[in-house]
């Protein structure tokens, strides 16, 4: 036990913490998205559940290590090419991404006009279940990251721990920033488009750094905070 409050530890586990919390920021941004499929009154209880469970998929899946690391032995092959387990993982879900992301888009752009502009809301159910299921993919590389910076389980364990908590602080106000500006929304999804694709190159080989990823998304965020303070002003000026 007091070897999990040395130094070393210490700051193995602030540096696990930030990463935790960086790769964690597609997954609240899913969450968020599809929290607004909800009724009103359970969103935020989907928020909550939703992340929890990707705290507990991320701990499970630590704690079976091995399995995880024998997700890389090859199945079969296609064209030449081994597939493992973990591949199929990535391309199964990266898919689903696209799908779901592509589907939020063309929802938001062009409503039914069968429900007469009124929101379609799914089950409390439903979004926990989609959750889940991305949940499952983000978390290797998680766990992955962590396994390979930090010795000691319990580092990993409190990092993730504490991640997530930041994750279900920030995940309501994101969560409403994203539901006040639609062109941040459609931001959004168009980021998730992109982890999908990005999930899809590297479960068929394809190495991809994700730093162009974040930058990219980083940037646009930026410049979409101009124009949204921009507007702000303009309104200002016309009252």
């Known amino acids: ?83 493992s387990g973990h591949d199929l993982i990535l391309i199964v879900g990266g898919l689903f991404l696209i799908g779901k992301a592509t589907r939020e888009v063309h929802e938001s752009l062009e409503p039914d006009p069968e429900e007469n502009g009124l929101p379609q809301h799914v089950s409390f159910w439903s979004v926990i279940g989609q959750v889940m299921v991305l949940d499952i993919v983000f978390s290797l590389d998680s766990v992955i990251t962590a396994v390979g910076l930090v010795d000691s389980v319990a580092v990993m364990v409190s990092a993730i721990v504490t991640a997530v908590g930041v994750m279900l602080i920030f995940a309501g106000r994101i969560s409403e920033f994203i539901k006040r500006h639609p062109t941040v929304k459609m931001l959004a999804l168009s980021f998730l488009l992109l982890v999908g694709v990005t999930l899809v190159l590297e479960g068929c080989g394809k190495e991809v750094d994700k730093a162009y990823i974040y930058f990219a998304m980083l940037f646009s965020l930026a410049v979409e905070m101009l124009n949204i303070r921009a507007s702000k002003n303009k309104k200002i000026k016309k009252s």
């Not at 935790?20 to 929290?35: H, K, P, Q, R």
């Open 1 to 83: 036990m007091e070897e999990l409050f040395t130094l070393g530890n210490f700051v193995a586990f602030l540096s696990l913490t930030s990463l935790e919390i960086v790769l964690g920021i597609d997954n609240i941004i899913f969450v968020a998205i599809l929290s607004e499929r909800a009724q009103p009154h359970l969103r935020a209880r989907a928020r909550s559940v939703g992340i929890s469970a990707a705290m507990i998929s991320r701990i499970l899946l630590l704690l079976a290590i091995s399995w995880v690391m024998r997700l890389n032995e090859t199945l079969f092959s296609v064209a030449g090419r081994g597939i």
